[in-house]
Nanobody, 110 residues
Framework: VQLQASGGGLVQAGGSLRLSCSATGITVRVNVMYWYRQGPGKQREMVAVITNGGSTNYGDFVKGRFTISRDNAKNTVYLQMNSLKPEDTGIYYC?????WGQGTLVTVSS
């Protein structure tokens, strides 16, 4: 299983980014897929989850700003992040069970 995250970068507060997680070795459509993040000096925390049924859930801090989705044809999971804040800075990881992608860095400047 490989999870390839991409899409991170430097953005100003209030801006948007879309992260992608391209999966090989599993079919995202039939699995529960997560996005986690780890900020500087912080513990890793769950950002969003999408189930095989398409249900979604988010960390409390998201407050309607992020949307997790998937493209079954591309076997890819996305995280659309809007209204970004400096506290959203961190490395964002795609996850399936015990498998973690390499992470993509998101930096939000004030």
């Amino acid at each position: 299983v490989q999870l390839q995250a991409s899409g991170g970068g430097l953005v100003q507060a209030g801006g948007s980014l879309r992260l992608s997680c391209s999966a090989t070795g599993i079919t995202v459509r039939v699995n529960v897929m997560y996005w986690y993040r780890q900020g500087p000096g912080k513990q890793r925390e769950m950002v969003a989850v999408i189930t095989n049924g398409g249900s979604t859930n988010y960390g409390d801090f998201v407050k309607g700003r992020f949307t997790i989705s998937r493209d079954n044809a591309k076997n890819t999971v996305y995280l659309q992040m809007n209204s970004l804040k400096p506290e959203d800075t961190g490395i964002y990881y795609c996850n399936w069970r015990s498998h973690w992608g390499q992470g993509t860095l998101v930096t939000v400047s004030s």
